[in-house]
């Protein structure tokens, strides 16, 4: 039997510990390029936020709804009718029912906004945030804030960023009850 040489022996043992000061230092090195990857992605984090609301009972909506579309559409007192191009509808609306529009999408998430009793502060503070950016933008206030519903990404009030409002209220709400959010917000903000 041959005698195991001492120098290859030693050969072995530098070359194991030299595979596992590789491992021990890429393994951390690995995973501290993955959590940075991670966490600093270009910005395009999700986020989910779960809000619940109290939405107005529907036969109530419905009931107002009808009482102020039988109202004459000629007359000088904020009227709304149901046909679909009426600026009537869009230029003034119910500010009773906007307060009801505003609880049942959730603004008061994210607006602080003193007549609905709301104090979020993901968004702009609808009491005085409006009629200053609005005149910024030399827009009348009822014509900033219905764009800034449809449309949030138009004008983006100071210190706040892009893309946070939901895109979808242009779509999702009726030109009513837009017209009536409207209203509400306006008769609010100072």
């Not at 009227?79 to 906007?98: F, R, S, V």
Request: with cysteine; hydrophobic share 40%.
């Amino acid at each position: 039997m041959a005698r195991p040489n001492r120098r290859e022996a030693r050969a072995n043992a530098a070359e194991v510990l030299l595979w596992l000061l590789f491992f021990a230092l890429l393994v951390p090195a690995g995973f501290t390029g993955w959590a940075i990857g991670h966490y600093t992605a270009g910005g395009k984090r999700s986020v989910t936020r779960n809000i619940t609301v109290a939405a107005p009972m529907t036969t109530q909506t419905t009931a107002a709804t009808t009482t102020t579309a039988a109202a004459p559409a000629t007359t000088t007192a904020p009227a709304t009718t149901p046909a679909p191009t009426t600026t009537a509808a869009t230029a003034a609306g119910n500010p009773a029912q906007g307060k009801s529009v505003f609880a049942s999408n959730g603004c008061g998430a994210c607006h602080t906004f003193n007549p609905a009793g709301s104090s979020g502060t993901v968004g702009p503070n609808l009491d005085t945030a409006p009629a200053l950016d609005a005149n910024k933008d030399n827009m009348p206030l009822p014509a900033f804030i219905r764009e800034s519903i449809v449309s949030p990404n138009t004008y983006i009030s100071p210190g706040y960023p892009k893309s946070v409002m939901p895109q979808t209220f242009g779509s999702t709400l009726t030109k009513t009850q837009l017209a009536d959010l409207v209203s509400f917000i306006a008769a609010g903000s100072k």
